[in-house]
T-cell receptor, first 114, second 114 residues
Framework: AQSVTQPDIHITVSEGASLELRCNYSYGATPYLFWYVQSPGQGLQLLLKYFSGDTLVQGIKGFEAEFKRSQSSFNLRKPSVHWSDAAEYFCAVGARAAGNKLTFGGGTRVLVKP | EAGVAQSPRYKIIEKRQSVAFWCNPISGHATLYWYQQILGQGPKLLIQFQNNGVVDDSQLPKDRFSAERLKGVDSTLKIQPAKLEDSAVYLC????????????FGQGTRLTVV
Protein backbone atom coordinates (compact mmCIF):
# COMPACT_ATOMS: atom_id res chain seq x y z
CA ALA A 1 0.00 0.00 0.00
CA GLN A 2 1.11 3.54 -0.66
CA SER A 3 1.71 6.02 2.14
CA VAL A 4 3.08 9.54 2.42
CA THR A 5 4.51 11.30 5.44
CA GLN A 6 5.03 15.02 5.76
CA PRO A 7 6.84 15.39 9.08
CA ASP A 8 6.33 19.14 9.47
CA ILE A 9 2.79 20.27 10.23
CA HIS A 10 3.68 23.96 10.30
CA ILE A 11 6.65 25.94 9.01
CA THR A 12 7.19 29.66 9.46
CA VAL A 13 9.66 31.42 7.20
CA SER A 14 10.61 35.03 6.65
CA GLU A 15 9.89 36.58 3.29
CA GLY A 16 12.95 36.21 1.09
CA ALA A 17 14.28 33.23 3.00
CA SER A 18 14.59 29.76 1.53
CA LEU A 19 11.99 27.05 2.11
CA GLU A 20 12.24 23.29 2.19
CA LEU A 21 9.29 21.00 2.81
CA ARG A 22 9.92 17.35 3.54
CA CYS A 23 8.08 14.41 2.06
CA ASN A 24 8.73 10.71 2.57
CA TYR A 25 6.80 8.01 0.78
CA SER A 26 6.37 4.30 0.99
CA TYR A 27 5.78 2.25 -2.12
CA GLY A 28 7.28 -0.94 -3.48
CA ALA A 29 8.16 0.31 -6.95
CA THR A 30 9.02 3.71 -8.31
CA PRO A 31 5.96 5.84 -7.81
CA TYR A 32 4.76 8.96 -9.46
CA LEU A 33 5.26 11.89 -7.07
CA PHE A 34 3.48 15.20 -6.87
CA TRP A 35 3.40 18.40 -4.91
CA TYR A 36 0.15 20.35 -4.69
CA VAL A 37 -0.55 23.71 -3.09
CA GLN A 38 -3.85 24.73 -1.56
CA SER A 39 -4.72 28.30 -0.65
CA PRO A 40 -7.57 28.91 1.81
CA GLY A 41 -10.93 28.04 0.32
CA GLN A 42 -9.37 26.82 -2.90
CA GLY A 43 -8.84 23.49 -4.58
CA LEU A 44 -5.49 21.84 -5.14
CA GLN A 45 -3.08 23.30 -7.67
CA LEU A 46 -0.31 21.14 -9.05
CA LEU A 47 3.14 22.62 -8.42
CA LEU A 48 5.26 19.89 -9.96
CA LYS A 49 5.43 16.20 -10.68
CA TYR A 50 7.95 13.40 -11.07
CA PHE A 51 7.38 10.38 -13.27
CA SER A 52 10.86 9.32 -14.34
CA GLY A 53 14.16 10.66 -15.62
CA ASP A 54 15.91 13.66 -14.14
CA THR A 55 15.47 13.50 -10.38
CA LEU A 56 15.43 17.29 -10.00
CA VAL A 57 12.16 18.65 -11.29
CA GLN A 58 11.16 22.24 -11.80
CA GLY A 59 7.67 23.46 -11.16
CA ILE A 60 5.62 26.59 -11.25
CA LYS A 61 6.09 29.63 -9.02
CA GLY A 62 9.82 28.99 -8.68
CA PHE A 63 9.49 25.66 -6.84
CA GLU A 64 11.63 22.61 -7.42
CA ALA A 65 11.76 19.15 -5.90
CA GLU A 66 14.32 16.38 -5.82
CA PHE A 67 13.52 12.69 -5.91
CA LYS A 68 15.92 10.60 -3.83
CA ARG A 69 15.18 6.93 -4.22
CA SER A 70 17.64 5.85 -1.52
CA GLN A 71 15.86 8.02 1.03
CA SER A 72 12.32 7.55 -0.32
CA SER A 73 12.02 11.30 -0.31
CA PHE A 74 10.67 14.01 -2.56
CA ASN A 75 11.43 17.31 -0.82
CA LEU A 76 10.12 20.60 -2.13
CA ARG A 77 12.30 23.71 -2.19
CA LYS A 78 12.12 27.36 -3.06
CA PRO A 79 15.17 29.65 -2.85
CA SER A 80 13.29 32.83 -1.89
CA VAL A 81 9.81 32.82 -0.45
CA HIS A 82 7.21 35.45 -1.29
CA TRP A 83 4.30 36.39 0.97
CA SER A 84 1.95 34.83 -1.59
CA ASP A 85 3.51 31.43 -0.93
CA ALA A 86 1.66 31.21 2.38
CA ALA A 87 -0.58 28.18 1.90
CA GLU A 88 -0.84 24.49 2.64
CA TYR A 89 1.34 22.12 0.68
CA PHE A 90 0.56 18.48 0.03
CA CYS A 91 2.83 15.75 -1.22
CA ALA A 92 1.14 12.87 -3.03
CA VAL A 93 2.13 9.52 -4.47
CA GLY A 94 0.45 7.64 -7.27
CA ALA A 95 1.16 4.64 -9.43
CA ARG A 96 -0.40 3.04 -12.46
CA ALA A 97 -0.24 -0.30 -10.68
CA ALA A 98 -2.41 1.17 -7.93
CA GLY A 99 -5.07 2.30 -10.33
CA ASN A 100 -3.59 5.77 -10.67
CA LYS A 101 -5.21 6.95 -7.46
CA LEU A 102 -3.30 9.48 -5.37
CA THR A 103 -2.41 9.05 -1.72
CA PHE A 104 -1.75 12.33 0.06
CA GLY A 105 0.32 13.29 3.03
CA GLY A 106 -1.16 15.25 5.89
CA GLY A 107 0.10 18.56 4.54
CA THR A 108 2.45 21.30 5.74
CA ARG A 109 1.09 24.74 6.45
CA VAL A 110 3.53 27.49 5.50
CA LEU A 111 3.34 30.88 7.16
CA VAL A 112 5.39 33.75 5.75
CA LYS A 113 6.60 36.52 8.05
CA PRO A 114 7.15 39.96 6.57
CA GLU B 1 -9.42 24.25 -21.53
CA ALA B 2 -12.13 24.30 -18.91
CA GLY B 3 -11.20 22.83 -15.56
CA VAL B 4 -13.09 20.52 -13.24
CA ALA B 5 -16.38 22.11 -12.22
CA GLN B 6 -18.04 21.43 -8.89
CA SER B 7 -21.22 22.67 -7.29
CA PRO B 8 -22.30 23.89 -4.90
CA ARG B 9 -19.26 25.60 -3.39
CA TYR B 10 -20.71 25.63 0.10
CA LYS B 11 -23.47 23.70 1.83
CA ILE B 12 -24.75 23.77 5.38
CA ILE B 13 -27.18 21.05 6.49
CA GLU B 14 -28.44 19.57 9.71
CA LYS B 15 -27.43 16.10 10.77
CA ARG B 16 -29.60 13.33 9.38
CA GLN B 17 -30.42 15.39 6.31
CA SER B 18 -29.28 14.39 2.85
CA VAL B 19 -27.02 16.30 0.47
CA ALA B 20 -25.69 15.86 -3.06
CA PHE B 21 -22.63 17.23 -4.80
CA TRP B 22 -22.08 17.48 -8.51
CA CYS B 23 -18.90 17.28 -10.56
CA ASN B 24 -18.20 17.85 -14.24
CA PRO B 25 -14.70 16.63 -15.17
CA ILE B 26 -12.40 17.94 -17.83
CA SER B 27 -13.68 17.00 -21.26
CA GLY B 28 -12.31 13.67 -22.41
CA HIS B 29 -11.05 12.56 -19.00
CA ALA B 30 -12.16 9.01 -18.42
CA THR B 31 -11.09 8.80 -14.78
CA LEU B 32 -12.94 10.67 -12.07
CA TYR B 33 -12.17 10.75 -8.36
CA TRP B 34 -13.99 11.96 -5.28
CA TYR B 35 -11.83 12.89 -2.30
CA GLN B 36 -12.84 13.91 1.22
CA GLN B 37 -10.63 16.45 2.96
CA ILE B 38 -11.31 16.91 6.66
CA LEU B 39 -9.96 20.13 8.16
CA GLY B 40 -6.28 19.83 8.92
CA GLN B 41 -5.81 16.62 6.95
CA GLY B 42 -4.80 15.61 3.45
CA PRO B 43 -7.43 14.50 0.95
CA LYS B 44 -8.60 10.89 1.21
CA LEU B 45 -9.93 9.00 -1.78
CA LEU B 46 -13.57 8.01 -1.47
CA ILE B 47 -14.25 6.56 -4.90
CA GLN B 48 -12.65 6.29 -8.32
CA PHE B 49 -14.51 5.83 -11.59
CA GLN B 50 -13.16 4.72 -14.95
CA ASN B 51 -15.75 5.88 -17.45
CA ASN B 52 -18.98 4.86 -15.71
CA GLY B 53 -17.53 1.89 -13.80
CA VAL B 54 -16.24 1.90 -10.24
CA VAL B 55 -12.53 1.11 -9.93
CA ASP B 56 -12.08 1.64 -6.19
CA ASP B 57 -14.65 2.42 -3.52
CA SER B 58 -12.91 0.71 -0.63
CA GLN B 59 -12.88 3.90 1.48
CA LEU B 60 -16.48 4.91 0.76
CA PRO B 61 -18.82 4.55 3.79
CA LYS B 62 -21.44 2.72 1.80
CA ASP B 63 -24.08 2.80 4.51
CA ARG B 64 -24.50 6.53 3.94
CA PHE B 65 -22.46 7.58 0.91
CA SER B 66 -23.27 6.79 -2.69
CA ALA B 67 -21.87 7.99 -5.98
CA GLU B 68 -22.72 7.53 -9.60
CA ARG B 69 -21.31 8.51 -12.93
CA LEU B 70 -23.99 7.96 -15.48
CA LYS B 71 -22.86 8.11 -19.11
CA GLY B 72 -19.26 8.32 -17.98
CA VAL B 73 -19.15 12.10 -17.73
CA ASP B 74 -20.74 13.99 -14.82
CA SER B 75 -20.79 12.51 -11.37
CA THR B 76 -22.88 12.95 -8.25
CA LEU B 77 -21.85 12.14 -4.69
CA LYS B 78 -24.63 11.79 -2.14
CA ILE B 79 -24.68 11.54 1.63
CA GLN B 80 -27.80 10.24 3.35
CA PRO B 81 -28.15 10.66 6.28
CA ALA B 82 -25.35 13.10 7.10
CA LYS B 83 -23.41 12.96 10.35
CA LEU B 84 -21.45 15.68 12.08
CA GLU B 85 -18.18 13.96 11.15
CA ASP B 86 -19.03 14.33 7.45
CA SER B 87 -18.16 18.02 7.68
CA ALA B 88 -15.33 18.37 5.20
CA VAL B 89 -14.37 19.63 1.76
CA TYR B 90 -15.34 17.24 -1.01
CA LEU B 91 -12.96 17.44 -3.93
CA CYS B 92 -13.55 16.08 -7.37
CA UNK B 93 -10.65 15.37 -9.71
CA UNK B 94 -10.23 13.91 -13.16
CA UNK B 95 -7.42 12.46 -15.22
CA UNK B 96 -6.87 11.04 -18.64
CA UNK B 97 -6.70 7.27 -19.12
CA UNK B 98 -3.79 7.55 -21.49
CA UNK B 99 -0.40 8.70 -20.41
CA UNK B 100 0.34 9.49 -16.82
CA UNK B 101 -1.68 9.86 -13.69
CA UNK B 102 -1.77 13.62 -13.32
CA UNK B 103 -5.06 14.59 -11.71
CA UNK B 104 -6.74 17.96 -12.00
CA PHE B 105 -8.85 19.13 -9.10
CA GLY B 106 -11.97 21.22 -8.81
CA GLN B 107 -12.36 23.91 -6.16
CA GLY B 108 -14.32 21.61 -3.91
CA THR B 109 -17.56 21.74 -1.98
CA ARG B 110 -17.31 22.71 1.65
CA LEU B 111 -19.93 20.82 3.67
CA THR B 112 -20.84 21.82 7.20
CA VAL B 113 -23.11 19.50 9.15
CA VAL B 114 -24.67 21.09 12.22
Amino acid sequence: AQSVTQPDIHITVSEGASLELRCNYSYGATPYLFWYVQSPGQGLQLLLKYFSGDTLVQGIKGFEAEFKRSQSSFNLRKPSVHWSDAAEYFCAVGARAAGNKLTFGGGTRVLVKP
Amino acid sequence: EAGVAQSPRYKIIEKRQSVAFWCNPISGHATLYWYQQILGQGPKLLIQFQNNGVVDDSQLPKDRFSAERLKGVDSTLKIQPAKLEDSAVYLCASSSMTGRVEAFFGQGTRLTVV
